[in-house]
């Protein structure tokens, strides 16, 4: 499968690089490696993230070792990135309004 990163998950992807190269003590290089590995577990494996909330849908896997998560969907081989979540917060109801509304009509998912 093919990972496509949605236009939502900028901001999530910005905010976890920023709060890691401004906390070194957290190991950036330990939290954008296993970034990187989640999203390789995602192409092989993509039913491995649980449902997320009431969306059937939509599916969030842990970045292990970090407070983050990666929210996504997919359709025949495509995996779509709709958000990094930073699970202390609730800035990811933003990017799910956006794929219920806009989202899911502009990729036909």
Do not use: C
């Not at 842990?62 to 983050?68: P, R």
């Amino acid at each position: 499968m093919k990972i496509q990163i949605l236009e939502t998950a900028e901001l999530g992807i910005r905010w976890m690089k920023r709060y890691f190269l401004s906390n070194p003590q957290l190991h950036s290089a330990d939290a954008f490696h296993n970034y990187n590995s989640a999203k390789k577990l995602l192409k092989e494996h993509p039913y491995t993230g649980e449902k997320y909330e009431s969306h059937d849908e939509v599916r969030e896997l842990n970045i292990s070792k970090t407070t983050f998560s990666i929210l996504y969907t997919f359709k025949l081989d495509t995996i779509y990135i709709m958000d990094i979540r930073d699970q202390r917060g609730n800035r990811s109801a933003d990017a799910l309004k956006k794929y219920t509304t806009e989202l899911r009509k502009k990729y036909d998912l």
